[in-house]
């Protein structure tokens, strides 16, 4: 996940079985569609949508 990201211009951290982001609140759109992007390439579980909260 975290190299696929990367490909999307996205800064990913390996973190346990999942990853940390950080992100703009004008990037989390972005973020998400590449996340989704990722899920469906790689065959990741859904690991919900990042908020502005």
Same mark, same amino acid.
Request: proline share 2%; aromatic share 14%; charged share 25%.
């Given at each position: 996940?975290? &190299?696929?990201?990367? !490909?999307?211009?996205?800064? /990913? ?8 982001? !950080?992100?703009? $609140? &004008?990037?989390? !759109?972005?973020? %998400?569609? /590449?996340? /989704?992007?990722?899920?469906? $390439?790689?065959?990741? %579980? ?8």
């Amino acid at each position: 996940m975290v &190299d696929c990201l990367g !490909e999307s211009g996205f800064e /990913a951290e390996a973190q346990g079985f999942g990853f940390t982001s !950080e992100t703009t $609140r &004008d990037q989390v !759109e972005p973020f %998400n569609a /590449a996340v /989704a992007y990722c899920e469906r $390439r790689y065959g990741y %579980n859904t690991t919900g949508e990042m908020t502005e909260s």
